[in-house]
């Protein structure tokens, strides 16, 4: 007769991202996810597969928190010059371990180069990020907010690499006034 689980899988899964997060997938071990995730070895294996699977399960469970906290605060937004000051607020403090800065960028940085899986998904949220950023400037752009100079498509990828630079530089001890200095300068590229 089978075992049920003893444990929720989006809550362990959800422990294993944040640990992965802090630490980092080369230094994160099997017995410190057992540890944190306070589920048995033999448990982890038959729910999530090995450590790289786990690992690219919290990457996407990351990935879709990330993404459905931004949507709604853009959704939110009355105006894209509103939207964009969401997302360049959240770049440099909308999480709430800012220390850790972004598991993306950290697992794009660590692992991207020699890892295919997080290649490919770095690629795939990177689009999905300059996408969002271009659907705000285009929309900018259509009610005189943003300067029409420059393609939506060129601004978002522009944009898109300020953030990822912010939220590299927001894991050092670098004040939130020269990170907020920083989007600001890149905010009075596009605004009119």
């Not at 786990?54 to 939110?76: H, M, Q, R, W």
């Not at 705000?136 to 393609?151: H, K």
Request: hydrophobic share 40%; glycine share 6%; proline share 1%.
């Amino acid at each position: 007769m089978a075992r049920s689980k003893e444990f929720e899988e989006s809550v362990v899964l959800d422990k294993a991202m944040r640990l992965f997060w802090e630490q980092g997938y080369e230094k994160t071990s099997m017995t410190d996810l057992v540890e944190h995730m306070g589920i048995h070895r033999r448990s982890l294996y038959d729910t999530f597969g090995d450590k790289h699977t786990l690992f690219l399960k919290a990457v996407e469970l990351y990935d879709n928190k990330i993404s459905t906290e931004l949507a709604a605060g853009v959704k939110s937004s009355k105006t894209a010059t509103e939207a964009l000051q969401f997302i360049v607020g959240f770049l440099i403090c909308g999480e709430e371990n800012p220390a850790f800065g972004c598991l993306m960028v950290n697992s794009t940085v660590e692992l991207a180069a020699r890892d295919a899986d997080i290649n490919n998904k770095s690629i795939e949220v990177f689009s999905t990020a300059e996408q969002l950023f271009k659907d705000i400037i285009l929309w900018g752009q259509q009610d005189g907010e943003f300067t029409s100079e420059y393609d939506a498509r060129e601004l978002a990828e522009y944009l898109h690499n300020v953030g990822v630079g912010l939220r590299v530089i927001s894991k050092t001890s670098i004040t939130k006034e020269k990170l907020r200095c920083i989007a600001n300068l890149s905010m009075q590229l596009i605004v009119k």
